[in-house]
């Protein structure tokens, strides 16, 4: 047997079947039920003594239930004495909830690393943290891994007569920068005015789009209200085409009704969180080598990072 085993929680058992199939390494077993009152009950079904134990388990909806499992299980396996105890969070709930941004609200994200580290995490993995410097809430290791790698070649392959990157707000400069100097393509900017939470208005374009294929570039796509308008804007103002690339398909609410609905020719995401609803639209890409690779590196010690320069 190998030194290290991997377990699923009930979140994305998809993913956690395709990076176990990467690793050529079965899924270890628990058992996870619920009480009647909704209490999570998990017996893990095998010995962990001395293992290096990876758990994957993305904190996507239902978030409260999936983030309970996650520490319920680190807990079961800190108590079966697992030597190590790595959380693979593709997706990082209530991350957007990173500084007070008015007063009297909560630091959300920092309260769940708090919870996670208590309840017996050694080190996290996770795919585009909303704010990178969520990493600082940790005092454990944590490799926040670039969604990138997944959607270069993808772009590559499009073969587009005159791409241009764009970020659909001023906060997402510095990730679409990052994708304009790896493809060589020049970048734009939507400009929008965020009225209150999962609301936005665009307001302008900063930067020439006329006669261009638009590559919108996010961490997230939620209720697909500013990849819409930001498609329709570029596309007033003469783009080609839009495509938007997003790590994570949180697609709540009306997110389907307007994507079908909208001017955005394509949206391409990764396979963090497990779609409720297929559409025409949307093309899924698949993070279990990436993230299979990533478990391989860690337990065997070596270089995460090496991973990212050598394919970006």
């Given at each position: 047997?190998?030194?290290?085993?991997?377990?699923?929680?009930?979140?994305?058992?998809?993913?956690?079947?395709?990076?176990a199939?990467?690793?050529?390494?079965p899924?270890?077993?628990?058992?996870?039920?619920?009480f009647?009152?909704?209490?999570?009950s998990?017996?893990i079904?095998?010995?962990?003594?001395?293992?290096?134990?990876?758990?994957?388990?993305?904190?996507?909806?239902?978030?409260?239930?999936?983030l309970?499992?996650?520490?319920?299980?680190?807990?079961?396996?800190?108590?079966?004495?697992?030597?190590?105890?790595?959380?693979?969070?593709?997706?990082?709930?209530?991350?957007?909830?990173?500084?007070?941004?008015?007063?009297?609200?909560?630091?959300?994200?920092k309260?769940?690393?708090?919870?996670?580290?208590?309840?017996?995490?050694?080190?996290?993995?996770?795919?585009?943290?909303?704010?990178?410097?969520?990493?600082?809430?940790f005092?454990i290791?944590?490799d926040?891994?670039?969604?990138?790698?997944?959607?270069?070649?993808?772009i590559?392959?499009?073969?587009?007569k005159?791409?241009?990157?764009a970020?659909p707000?001023?906060?997402?400069?510095?990730?679409?920068?990052?994708?304009?100097?790896?493809?060589?393509?020049?970048?734009?900017?939507?400009?929008?005015?965020?009225e209150?939470?999962?609301?936005?208005?665009?307001?302008n374009?900063?930067?020439?789009?006329?006669?261009k294929?638009?590559?919108?570039i996010?961490?997230m796509?939620?209720?697909?209200?500013?990849?819409?308008?930001?498609?329709?804007a570029?596309k007033?103002?003469?783009?080609?085409?839009?495509m938007?690339?997003?790590?994570?398909?949180?697609?709540?609410?009306?997110?389907?009704?307007?994507?079908?609905?909208?001017?955005?020719?394509?949206?391409v995401?990764?396979?963090?969180?497990?779609?409720?609803?297929?559409?025409?639209?949307?093309?899924?890409?698949?993070?279990?080598?990436m993230?299979?690779?990533?478990?391989?590196?860690?337990?065997n010690n070596?270089?995460?990072?090496?991973?990212?320069?050598?394919?970006?």
């Open positions: 047997m190998s030194g290290y085993m991997i377990f699923s929680g009930t979140s994305n058992p998809e993913l956690s079947e395709e990076i199939k990467y690793l050529e390494q899924l270890s077993q628990a058992t996870i039920k619920r009647s009152d909704g209490e999570i998990i017996q079904a095998e010995s962990v003594r001395g293992k290096d134990v990876f758990i994957i388990q993305p904190t996507s909806s239902p978030a409260n239930d999936n309970m499992e996650l520490l319920i299980m680190t807990d079961a396996l800190k108590r079966s004495s697992a030597n190590s105890i790595t959380a693979v969070v593709p997706y990082y709930g209530y991350a957007r909830q990173d500084r007070k941004a008015a007063p009297r609200v909560p630091i959300t994200a309260l769940v690393a708090n919870l996670m580290e208590v309840a017996g995490i050694t080190r996290m993995v996770t795919v585009d943290l909303h704010a990178s410097q969520i990493q600082g809430f005092d290791p944590v926040n891994l670039y969604g990138a790698i997944l959607f270069m070649d993808y590559k392959a499009k073969n587009f005159n791409p241009v990157i970020s707000d001023i906060g997402g400069v510095a990730r679409a920068r990052y994708f304009a100097n790896k493809l060589g393509l020049d970048m734009v900017i939507v400009d929008k005015r965020r209150k939470a999962n609301e936005s208005e665009v307001m374009i900063i930067g020439e789009v006329e006669g294929d638009v590559i919108l996010d961490d796509v939620d209720t697909a209200g500013t990849m819409v308008k930001a498609a329709s570029l007033k103002l003469g783009a080609t085409s839009v938007a690339c997003c790590t994570h398909p949180v697609l709540s609410g009306p997110a389907y009704e307007r994507l079908e609905a909208g001017e955005l020719d394509e949206l995401v990764a396979n963090t969180i497990p779609m409720t609803k297929k559409s025409k639209k949307i093309k899924m890409l698949s993070t279990a080598s993230l299979g690779e990533v478990i391989r590196r860690v337990h070596e270089s995460v990072n090496s991973l990212f320069e050598a394919n970006t």
